[in-house]
Each structure stands twice: as C-alpha cells, then as structure tokens.
C-alpha cells in the first residue's frame, strides 16, 4: 500500500478526438451556423456601422442604396439601428433566460428529487404564476416599478423561471428512481453530488433544446412589452419598440420602418426554434 | 437468387418425396452497406424444413437471427434487411419476391405469427373479442354474428373463463397470461398450416409459461397444425417440440428430432448449450468462453471457431455445410 | 472492531413494506408488498428468495439498502439496527451492504464512462488518493477477469455480461460484507449466465462475502444458494436449506415453481404440483393462504390464516397440510428425515 503512483501506469488515456468531431457535427446543422451568424452580426456589426442615433437628410425615406432598409421617421438610418438593436434584444434574450434556467434547473431537480411538501409547493407557486398571463403579468411588475433594461431582464427571467421548473422536475422524474442513481447512492454520493454528477447531465439535453426557444421567447416578450410601450423606448434601437415606432406609418405606406425589425424577430425567433430542434432531435 | 427449387439431391431425409410445409434454404439477409458504411449480415444462409403437423423449436442466444428468419418468413424484414441469397418456400410456392398481396393474404390465414410481448400485438382501442372477429370476417367471408360467435367460442378454446363477457374487455384489462392466451385464439381464427410463435412466453413467469405453452401445443396438435417455436430456453425446446433447430451467428448448427438431438449433441455448440442448462453442483455451472461473433461480412470459417473446444484448422478453413447424419443435420467437419 | 466473524451479517425481524400510489382520482391506495418477513444471513452464506415476479423480491432488497423506507419491523446490519438510522448516519454503513442489479446498462450512468463511474466506489467516504483509487479500479477489473483498458469505455459500448462483470467489480471495491444480487444473470444470455455465476461462487470463496440473491431461475438459484425462502405475495411460504428445498420440497407453490421450471437435475420427492391462474394482488388483503385460488390441495381450512411453522427438519412451511397431512398433498413416505449440507 505505499503509494508509487508510477508503478504500472496502466490507465490508457482516452481518445482526445472527440472535442473537434462534435464541432464538426454542430456545423452540420444549418440553424446553428444562422444563430452563429446572428450573434456575429450582433457582436461585431455595429463596429462596421454608424451610430444608430445619428440623423440623416431624409426622414421616412424608402430603401435605397444608401439607406438599404430606408429611415425612419427620426431620419435615423434602419438598416443601422437593427443591427445595433441584435445586441440589446439578443443580450436582453440570453440573459433573461440564462438567470430563468439557473434559477429553475436546479429548483426542479431538487422538487422531484424530494418529492414531498416541497415538491408539491414549488408546484403550485410555479402553477400560480403560469396562470396569470405572461404580458399582464409582466406590464404589472414594470408599471409597479419602473422600466430600466435591467427590471426588464429580472421580469422576463422571472416569468421564465416556472418553466424551466417544471420541465426539469418532469425530466428528472423518472430519473430519480433510476438503477444507476441508485448506484450512486449506494457508493455513499449525497443528495447534491448525485444531481449535479448524474441527474442534471442526464437531463441536459431537454433543458438546452428549451433554453433555446426560451430565449426567443423572451426577445419576443421585451419586443411585446416594447410594443406596449412599457419597455425600452425610441430612440433607442430595439426591435420591438422600432416595430410599434413604424406601425403607425405602415397605414401611409411607409412599410419599411416596421417590417425590417419585425423581419429581424421574426428570424431571430424562428432560428432559435429550429435550434431547439435540432438539439432534440440530433445526437 | 436461385429459386429452382431443391433439386441438388442432397437433402432428402426420411419421408423422402413428401414436400415439407416449409423449406428455408440458404437463406442470406444483410443491413446496410449504406450511408454509415456499416454492413451487417446476421443471417449467413439459413436451412431449415419444417414439415407438416410438426412442432419444430428454433433455439439460439440472443441475436443468433431467430426472430429475423421468422420476419423473413413472414414477408415482414425491418425496413433496410435485403435478401441476399436463397429461398423460402410454402409448400412448393416460393415467398421471396412474392407481391405483397400475396403475402398478406397468407400471413394470417396459413400462416400465423404469436409474437412475445401480447400487448403489443392486440390494437389497445378495440375490444379483444371485437379484433378476432374481424380477423375471421377478413379471412373467412362470415358474417358479423357468426364471426363473434366464433371469436368467443375460440377464446372459450383457449381457457379464458366466462369467454362471451370478457371479449367485450380490452387488452389493458387482461392479465399477461389471459392476454396471451387472446393472442393464440386470434392466431389460430383462421386455421393457419403454420403457428410461429417468437418467445411466446418469455416475459412470463415459469409457471404461466408452462401453462400457455400447454395450450399452444393442445391446440396446434388438434388443429393439425405445424408450430415453429422460437425461444432461448432449450428446455421449453425439450418440452415441448419433437424437432429441434439450433442456431449460431445467423446458421443452423444441428437441426433433428429433439430426442436424438439433446441426448448427444452432434455439433459442439449444441452440446455446449445443453450443457449450461445442466447444473452439475455449487459454483460450477457451464459456462462458454467468449462472446457471439459480430457478423458484418460474410462469413469464412465456422462462426463457433473462436469459442469450440474441439476447434482444429479445418473448421477454419471454410463455413462447414449442414450435412444429413443419420436422422439429423449438423454443420461441422469434427461430426 | 464490530463482532467480527461471529453473529449473522445481517438480521431482518417481522419487515413490513407498503408502497402508498395514488389513482386516477387521487385516491389512495395502499400495497403491501413485503408482509412481515424474518430471515438472518450468515457470513460467507448466499441467501436466496424466489417466487414469481411481484412477490416482493426486489422490495426486500431496496428496503434493506434504505433505496426506499421500511414500513414495520428491524434489520440489523452487523449488529446495528439501520431502518430508523438517518440517511446521513447509515452512508458510512453503506460499505458494508451493496448491490448488483439486474440490467447492467441501466445500473451505469449512461454519460459517464464506466471508470469514473468506478471511481465513485473506489473513492468511498474519501481517503483514497487518486493512485490508489486507480490501482484498486484496475484490480478489480482484472478480478472479474477483464482488461482494465475497458473501463474508458462507456456502458453502451461493452456487452452485456462485460457490463455485468464491470458492474459486479464496482460493488466489491468498496469491500461489503453482504452484496444484494437482484436477478444478476436475468439480462444475460445462456452461454454468458454460467459466467457469471461462477464468477460470483468464486468471489464468494475467496472473500467470504454474504450474498442475498434474488432470482427467477432456479437453476442459478442450485448453483449459488445454501439457504432458500420462497416468497409468495409478500410471505415466506417455505424456508430451507438448497437441498431441503430442491429435493424435498413441501409447500405446493415450492413445488409448482420447481415443477416449472423444467429441471432435469436434482430428483424431487412427492408428486408433481401444477399451478393453475396467475398472481394477484387481491389474495393479500384475504386472511387466509394466499395460494387458495391457485393451490390443486385448496380445501376449507386453508381460508384460516396460515402460519410459517416448523416441520422437524429445521424446515419452515406455511401450509396446514403440509405439516400435518403430507400425504393429502402429494408427499409420500420421507418426510421428517434429517440431513445436513
Ligand atoms: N432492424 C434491424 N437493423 C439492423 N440489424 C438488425 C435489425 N433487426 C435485427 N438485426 C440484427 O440481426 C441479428 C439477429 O436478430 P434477431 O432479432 O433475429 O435475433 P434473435 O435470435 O431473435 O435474438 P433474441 O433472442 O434477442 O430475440 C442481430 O445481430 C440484430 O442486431
Ligand atoms: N415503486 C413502487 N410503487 C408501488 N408499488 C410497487 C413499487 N415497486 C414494487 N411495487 C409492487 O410491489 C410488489 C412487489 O414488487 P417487487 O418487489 O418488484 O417484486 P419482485 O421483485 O418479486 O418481482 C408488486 O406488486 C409491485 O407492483
Ligand atoms: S394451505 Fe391449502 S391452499 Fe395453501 S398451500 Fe396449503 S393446501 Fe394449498
Ligand atoms: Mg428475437
Ligand atoms: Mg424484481
């Protein structure tokens, strides 16, 4: 029993391929490289372009080869502002449903690994809040406080957060009473090493797929609150006030100042989606 | 892709002349070979004759292509199977290539499948009593009371007590055994030649299972029927079947009357398989060393080679043909 | 430091377990699955139950393992009562009680290769430096007779009775005195069953481990077991040693099981008992035996509850006629002859 680690050294090392295959896979799913291509435009765009405040000659001008998507009724270039607008909406987006997953992953997990008070608890409180409806409950809790981005991402995470509950605890369900968790148990693993080593990996996938269509969802609420007029407001750029910026001139036929941002939603949320998708379906 | 018929001349058994119901032969099907590269081909020429009113027991291990042959039989191969080679004949009429019309005028009228899990082979949203009625409408050209009162008087066959009422219950409301035995009444409803039944009792428990494998076998004899039983328990082969098929990596190995079969193996496989289902005392239980060959080319020796104890370097040489020995058939130089 | 070799390695007094479900309708229901089962093991000893699936097999197992709570009675693992113990109390006692399972891909994190799910039991309750944990991985997986190299690989990727060998190193890394098999040879083919259990025999030999086995097939059950309970609906109905219960047995369920079973080794006494109908849960809530509507002896003194009583030969049997009557069920002559293993 003295320790000479050097004795035999039999532990084959494993096959270190395996990193640079999975990359080659992800890049075989078209709406992968779309996103990617859709957080590039959004990371590194606006160095390229203008500032999105600044005025132009020509408010409400149609596309052209100068303006690509025309101004709008500021005289603000469009094309400009809705890439400038992928950061906020895409931040906004990530962040709001990154904070609902690390919030209700773990909380669900825990609810169907304990079952019990606890778990019928948390249940209905998430229950409660999916019932109200989303937007209303969302315009409450901005109108109570007041609408800054950061109130925003909390609000839209928050309402996020049953979500991720419930579709962790219906996942890990089954997994509780699963022979190799109750392996783990039996080589002595507590209740958290056991979630975090055997139970959440194992669930990883579904949340991931989830993850991404949450986060279309959740640029969708900020545009729909934007929209409402309770979220961001112009002049800044951001897809969902720009839509209802422009709605009013659709009926003049200035089309161009709503459809383009609302194309960029529309695309952002679709990508995402097909993403989710594609996680469930591939491997 | 011969389908001449079996006119080599080699094997003719006893009761030569006598067409059997069922002639396999040489029967070949492989996967793939597609877009994943992975070529497999588990069965590696099939012989087998099951004559009529004969219960022949197909035994092999897990993977050994039982359940395979009996698709390819059925005209029911999982979708990317092809047939490579060989031929399967009903009494004379060649199956492979059949049209599917054909086929499915036969699966179910002369032939007839019992598959393991019962559940799965009754429709869960129609009554038990409802689906045999209808199988025998289909087949039989009966009317609608008189195919129900052939359904209940088949269910009543088959043991199930108070048969009129509990054919208006659905599967969900039977027990495994009761189920299976639903199961047998709809594969016996049109008087099939020839029952397949896969692993018919294999998720029920010993006693159960003696009590359907009882029933199969009553009923098969009284109908004249011929049975082929898959299973893996080479004691249910015993039991129950007057012929016995032992099959390896996609071959029959020996195939013969069960008796002559288990009471001295002719192919070292079979014996080995007997063997394990022999308990001798504590802790010493038979045991082959190895594990089951992966098929993903054809074959170029004897599939046993590796785990035989009597393996010398003809068996490696080339695939050893069944050859007829005395009553039975057996694939191996050494016999 | 605990009673060494002397004293069983594990006790189990008058256990209880219900399994609380609820139906459609919310409704309760209570199952009894285990209804007041005694047994002891001794060291080195293997201890089988059988009976048909859904007498409660598995469940003595798990609640033996604290997998799930006991409803009633006391076990004691090396002296120590466990079933009132907190969980946090009884981890540290885990080393001495393990568990094999049935499928051996189930019983492997899927995700995980299968060293680091070894790792998990070398590294029991700490101490091990990563060297040591790995020479002792390595070990182990030579002792059941594989290369170590397959441990990088993942569950799905070895055969099912490598899996299974894996899955048999992994519990007895932690040394256990008491190692609970449920139906460990039941995934696997034939030709890989014997395998296995020879392995285990010869595990057994030379560590002096108890087994508690639980299996469906007897001829595994011949082979790895000194003692028998044969278990129905939730009761022993018959406990004997391997012999008392393969070559004589008494109880009629003992005997339909064997009589099923098919076989052709030890000669059995008395006539052969076929079983009619199936299981069913609706017996356990009647007082009297539970085979009633199965059992070809059933006559009116047997709707009167059954106790397990002894027959002379250090054999217990719940069944009147058995103990009284042994003719009336098919036993002849020999029934109170006296022998030892
Ligand atoms: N749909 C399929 N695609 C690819 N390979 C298949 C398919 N079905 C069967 N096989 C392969 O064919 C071989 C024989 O399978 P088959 O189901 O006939 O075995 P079996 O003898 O019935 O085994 P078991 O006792 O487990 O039922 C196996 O190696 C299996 O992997
Ligand atoms: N988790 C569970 N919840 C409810 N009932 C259960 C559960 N596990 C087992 N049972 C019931 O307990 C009885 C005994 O089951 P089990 O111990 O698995 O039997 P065996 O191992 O002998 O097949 C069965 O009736 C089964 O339906
Ligand atoms: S008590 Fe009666 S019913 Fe029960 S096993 Fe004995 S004879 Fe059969
Ligand atoms: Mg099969
Ligand atoms: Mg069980």
């Given amino acids: 029993m003295t320790a000479t680690a050097d004795g035999q050294a039999p532990a084959v090392s494993k096959p270190p391929r395996r990193r640079a295959r999975a990359a080659g896979r992800l890049l075989r799913r078209p709406a992968f490289v779309v996103l990617l291509l859709i957080v590039l435009i959004a990371l590194f765009g606006p160095f390229f372009l203008g500032d999105p405040l600044e005025l132009g000659p020509d408010t409400l001008a149609a596309p052209s080869m100068q303006n690509w998507f025309g101004t709008d009724q500021f005289s603000m270039d469009i094309f400009t502002r809705v890439v400038h607008a992928a950061r906020l909406d895409l931040l906004v987006g990530f962040i709001a449903a990154a904070l609902a997953v690390l919030a209700g992953m773990p909380l669900g997990a825990l609810a169907a690994y304990r079952g019990g008070a606890f778990d019928t608890l948390l249940l209905r409180v998430s229950e409660s809040l999916q019932a109200f409806p989303t937007l209303l409950l969302a315009l409450g809790i901005v109108t109570a406080l007041s609408p800054s981005i950061p109130v925003l991402v909390m609000i839209i995470a928050l309402v996020n957060v049953p979500v991720y509950l419930r579709l962790t605890r219906s996942a890990v369900q089954p997994l509780v009473n699963a022979d190799f968790v109750l392996a783990a148990r039996c080589a002595g693993k507590g209740q958290f090493t056991i979630l975090r080593r055997h139970v959440l990996p194992n669930v990883s996938e579904v949340v991931f797929a989830q993850f991404s269509v949450n986060v279309a969802w959740a640029i969708q609420i900020l545009a729909a609150l934007s929209f409402v007029g309770v979220g961001v407001k112009l002049p800044t750029p951001e897809w969902g006030a720009m839509v209802r910026g422009g709605a009013d001139y659709m009926i003049y036929g200035q089309w161009w100042v709503a459809l383009f941002p609302g194309l960029a939603i529309l695309a952002t949320v679709l990508t995402l989606n097909q993403v989710a998708d594609e996680i469930r379906h591939g491997s | ?335 | 430091m605990r009673e060494g070799m002397n004293g069983p390695v594990l006790e189990v007094g008058e256990l209880v377990k219900d399994y609380v479900t609820r139906d459609a309708k919310l409704r309760q229901r209570v199952a009894r699955a285990v209804d007041g089962i005694s047994f002891a093991v001794q060291p080195g000893e293997t201890f089988a139950i059988v009976g048909e699936s859904g007498s409660g097999k598995s469940t003595v197992g798990r609640v033996l393992l604290k997998l799930t709570d006991a409803t009633e009675g006391n076990v004691h693992l090396l002296g120590e009562e466990i079933l009132g113990m907190p969980e946090r109390r009884f981890r540290a006692l885990r080393r001495h009680i393990q568990m094999v399972f049935q499928d051996p891909l189930a019983a492997f994190d899927p995700r995980a290769t299968i060293r680091s799910s070894l790792r998990e039991f070398a590294g029991f309750g700490g101490g091990r430096s990563r060297a040591e944990q790995n020479r002792a991985i390595d070990q182990a997986i030579r002792d059941v007779g594989l290369p170590p190299e397959i441990s990088w690989r993942r569950p799905s990727q070895v055969s099912g009775g490598q899996l299974q060998r894996l899955s048999i190193a992994r519990s007895l890394l932690v040394k256990p005195q008491l190692l609970f098999l449920d139906e460990p040879t039941s995934s696997l083919d034939v030709s890989i069953r014997g395998q296995i259990v020879n392995l285990l025999v010869e595990i057994q030999d030379r560590e002096g481990i108890a087994y508690l086995l639980v299996a469906h097939d007897l001829r595994v059950v011949y082979v790895m077991a000194h003692r028998v309970a044969v278990m129905y609906l939730g009761q022993f109905v018959e406990i004997g040693t391997r012999d008392q219960i393969y070559e004589r047995a008494r109880h009629p369920y003992t005997r339909g099981l064997l009589e099923a079973a098919l076989l052709d080794e030890p000669a059995r006494a008395g006539d052969p008992v076929r079983l009619t109908g199936e299981i069913s849960e609706e017996q356990v809530r009647k007082p009297g035996c539970r085979l009633t509507p199965r059992c070809p002896f059933a006559e009116a003194r047997c709707d009167e509850p059954q106790q397990l009583r002894p027959t002379g030969d250090g054999r217990l049997v719940r069944c009147w006629k058995a103990v009284e009557v042994p003719v009336s069920i098919g036993l002849h002559g020999s029934g109170s002859s006296s022998e030892g293993r």
């Fill in chain 2, 1 to 335: 892709m011969n389908a001449g018929g079996g006119m080599d001349g080699i094997d003719r058994g006893p009761g030569a002349g006598e067409i059997p119901l069922l002639t396999v032969e040489d029967l070949t099907v492989g996967f793939g070979g597609g877009e994943d590269g992975g070529m497999s081909i588990p069965l590696q020429g099939v012989s087998l004759r099951v004559p009529r009113a004969t219960r022949m027991s197909l035994v092999g291990e897990s993977g050994s292509g039982k359940s395979l042959t009996a698709s390819a039989v059925l005209g029911l191969l999982p979708e990317g199977a092809r047939v490579l080679r060989g031929s399967i004949r009903l009494e004379g009429e060649e199956l492979i290539g059949a049209d599917e019309r054909r086929m499915r005028r036969l699966r179910g009228g002369r032939i007839a499948i019992m598959f393991q899990n019962p559940r799965a082979s009754l429709n869960p949203v129609h009554t038990v009593g409802g689906q045999i009625a209808e199988v025998i409408r289909v087949h039989s050209g009966a009317g609608r009371r008189e195919s129900r009162n052939r359904a209940v008087d088949l269910l009543d066959q088959m043991g199930i007590p108070d048969a009129r009422r509990r054919a208006s219950d659905y599967v969900h409301q039977y027990s495994g055994g009761m189920a299976q035995r639903a199961v047998l009444a709809m594969a016996l409803s049109c008087r099939p030649d020839l029952l397949i039944a896969d692993e018919p009792t294999t998720g029920l428990d010993a006693t159960l299972q003696q009590q359907v494998l009882d029933l199969v076998i009553e009923q098969v004899k009284a109908r004249g029927a011929s049975l082929l039983l898959i299973t893996h328990d080479i004691a249910i082969a015993r039991q129950t079947c007057e012929q016995i098929a032992v099959m390896y990596a996609g071959r029959v190995m020996e195939s013969g009357p069960t008796e002559e079969v288990t009471a001295a193996a002719a192919n070292p496989y079979t014996a080995a398989l007997l063997k394990a289902f022999v308990t001798v005392d504590r802790g010493r239980m038979y045991a082959i060393p190895g594990t089951v060959p992966t098929l993903s080319g054809p074959l170029a020796e004897c599939p046993f080679a590796d785990r035989c104890e009597m393996v010398g370097p003809e068996c490696r040489e080339r695939v050893p043909e069944l050859r007829r020995i005395g009553g039975r058939e057996v694939a191996c130089v050494k016999a």
